[in-house]
């Protein structure tokens, strides 16, 4: 047979142990996927956003303490963590972000086709895991 006339395999029922295991999400699945996380991250973490903006535009004393946390930690959780959470909700605001103009631009130039949905996705992942690191590196003293 060719390439052309090869029957593609049809799944009926799905056996979750088996089959979804093996499927491939395609980038623009996993921009998705991703865009949905982030914004449950940020809503989670909308406690501790709005400590983190309080504390730092309070006073010169509440600045110190939101200066220290980054240092030497926060109560019981170290700093290196309060980093790390604060990293996260960074990536998070970034990809939400980007994915979101993604799907503005999408809706409002008709560009729906799977070519542009992929290069567009794989932009959205590449931005946001790149700015990401750039200031990963700033939060963690690099530069």
Same mark, same amino acid.
């Given at each position: ?51 983190l ?9 509440s600045?110190?303490?939101?200066s ?10 170290? $700093?290196?963590l309060?980093? *790390? /959470?604060? =990293?996260? #909700?960074?990536?998070?605001y970034?990809?939400? &972000?980007?994915?979101? %103009? ?14 542009? $949905?992929?290069?567009?996705? *794989? /932009?959205? =992942?590449? #931005? ?6 750039? &200031?990963a590196?700033? %939060?963690?003293?690099?530069?």
């Amino acid at each position: 047979m060719t390439e052309l006339t090869k029957k593609r395999p049809e799944f009926r029922n799905i056996n979750a142990f088996k089959d979804l295991t093996t499927y491939r999400l395609p980038p623009a699945g996993w921009v998705s996927i991703l865009h949905r996380v982030s914004g449950g991250l940020m809503f989670i973490l909308l406690p501790l956003i709005v400590w983190l903006f309080d504390t730092s535009v309070s006073s010169e004393i509440s600045f110190e303490r939101f200066s220290a946390a980054f240092a030497v930690g926060l109560g019981w959780v170290p $700093g290196w963590l309060f980093k *790390l /959470v604060v =990293l996260a #909700l960074i990536w998070a605001y970034l990809h939400h &972000l980007i994915a979101g %103009l993604r799907h503005l631009y999408m809706d409002a130039c008709h560009a729906v086709s799977k070519e542009f $949905g992929k290069t567009s996705a *794989l /932009v959205t =992942l590449g #931005l946001s895991i790149g700015l990401t690191f750039v &200031l990963a590196l700033k %939060l963690f003293g690099f530069y």
